[in-house]
């Protein structure tokens, strides 16, 4: 007898396959430490729900990092207590940047108006790579669909001597949404203003259909990534193809 699937059952046993094969590798990771020292970078941003739902379900000692800049949404550092405490996350960690180098290179917050590379590496990139030093390997919630310039990440990657991780890598937008309605998840309050990548506030905007998710993040440059995911110790800023 030949069955038949409707379009919702098939969205089911494929959103049922990603979230199995994520579980996996984040058992992997946690609970066999397969690699060794880890720890799950987050931005508590529009999608960071469903990765640290999954990690509770796993380990919720697990540790977790979050790069608070000082420049952040009111909403994302409410947001991020509020997840924490729902997923009853016990070692979420929180990544500042030196008030020392701030004051020396940014005393009067502005340093984003005219070199966000600079800014990104001194509120971003410099306090994570130091944190991340005592890891062999680090997990982030990247996704393929999110933009032309991370169309080909690959689930494990190797930069600058450790592993990277990217358990959500195949997840599609409708993954994400359908996953948030399984489980009942809240959602980041920006989101339901038209914000679907989010960032700090003064570089942050809502997003149009039909743009990429991460269109809304340094509207008006070339930029497209903040310089945590880097090579070599470098920035990648890598522009789109018109």
């Excluded at 059952?9 to 946690?30: I, M, P, V, W, Y």
Aim: charged residues 30%; neutral net charge; contains cysteine.
């Amino acid at each position: 007898m030949r069955l038949e699937a409707t379009e919702e059952t098939l969205s089911q046993h494929n959103l049922d396959a990603q979230e199995a094969a994520a579980l996996r590798l984040l058992d992997k990771a946690f609970v066999k430490g397969e690699f060794g020292r880890i720890a799950l970078v987050s931005s508590f941003g529009a999608d960071s729900a469903v990765l640290l739902h999954m990690l509770s379900r796993v380990k919720r000692d697990a540790t977790v990092l979050f790069v608070d800049t000082r420049m952040l949404f009111q909403e994302t550092l409410a947001y991020q207590l509020e997840l924490t405490e729902k997923f009853g996350l016990t070692d979420v960690r929180r990544v500042t940047p030196d008030p020392q180098q701030v004051r020396r290179n940014d005393v009067f917050g502005r340093l984003h108006m005219n070199d966000t590379d600079s800014c990104c590496a001194l509120r971003k990139t410099a306090p994570l790579d130091a944190v991340l030093q005592n890891f062999d390997a680090w997990i982030t919630g990247r996704k393929r669909h999110q933009a032309d310039t991370r169309s080909d990440l690959k689930l494990i990657e190797q930069a600058d001597g450790r592993i990277k991780l990217n358990p959500l890598v195949f997840w599609e937008r409708e993954d994400i949404i359908a996953y948030f309605e399984k489980y009942d998840l809240p959602r980041h309050p920006l989101v339901h203003k038209g914000f679907r990548s989010i960032g700090c506030g003064p570089c942050t905007s809502p997003v149009a259909e039909g743009e990429d998710e991460r269109a809304g993040r340094w509207r008006g440059s070339d930029k497209t990534e903040c310089g945590i995911h880097f090579e070599n110790g470098r920035i990648v800023r890598t522009t789109v193809a018109a």
